[in-house]
């Protein structure tokens, strides 16, 4: 089971899925932003699972459930994935858990696609957002406390270019957790550290994607001069329900990634 096949569809919702397990499973993924990046006309993508020994969901408040009509039916939307034993598919609603043989991957217009492929489109997207992402009130440059921990990383790379993007986005990270910050502007900040330091299929980044694509319309930083008064109102009180909404697990995904961030050197 390939790990990178699925963290691209963060975002995408479950919307069809058929088989018999044991078996082949097929399921349909929309993820419209995602598959505008392909040619043809379409709105997802097509999964085909052979050799599927087990496919079955757990609703957070709820029991198991096997049937495959019955977990399309919820049309889970996927958040992030892992391994363990059974390749676990974390949603908004519930885990999904799922084994197979193989898998091969399909535009919904027919034609089969490369992993690979799905990847790049990927992070094609997510550098183009990150791009027009506005900056949250951060130092452009990292503490001189950051700098004497990164020290040895950045003798034996030879290049400050990751070591700065590592020490913005820890940063970031302990800006949020100390209430300096909110979640809209630390999910922007994961973003652009994920692009930039090319962590595509990292779980712990990718969790982050759908609170910062359900925040993309929110003004944040300088860009807010350029809004009218009665729209800021208006966005400031969505923006507040959905902090509320994600807080507790943003603080938990914030403390994994920072303790992951400061281990790492690149």
Known sequence: ???????????GAIQRVEGA?????SLFIAIPYLRNRFPSQGTGFVIKLSGCTQFSFQPWDGP???????????EPEILDAELDGALEI?????????CYGGAALFLDSGNQIQASE???ASRDYWG????RAPAAPLTSHPSGRLRRRLTPALEL?????????????????????????????????????RFALRQDSNPLFISFIGIASEADNFPVGPVRELWSPDALVRY???????????????????????????????
């Open 128 to 131: 183009e957002w990150s791009a």
């Open 21 to 25: 397990v044991p078996g082949d499973v």
């Open 157 to 193: 790379m030879g290049s400050t270019e990751n070591i700065e993007n590592q020490a913005l986005l820890v940063d970031a990270l302990e800006a949020f957790l100390s209430s300096q910050i909110g979640v809209v502007e630390v999910s922007r900040w994961v973003c652009h550290a």
């Open 90 to 98: 974390r949603c908004t609603i519930g885990m999904l858990s799922v």
């Open 236 to 266: 400031d009180q969505e923006r507040a329900l959905l902090e509320q909404r994600f807080s507790s697990q943003a603080k938990r995904l914030a403390t994994e990634l920072l303790s992951w961030a400061r281990s790492q050197e690149f």
């Open 118 to 120: 799905l990847n790049s």
């Open 64 to 74: 198991l459930i096997s049937c495959l009509t019955d977990i399309a039916a919820l």
């Open 1 to 11: 089971m390939d790990l990178s096949l699925w963290g691209p569809f963060h975002d």
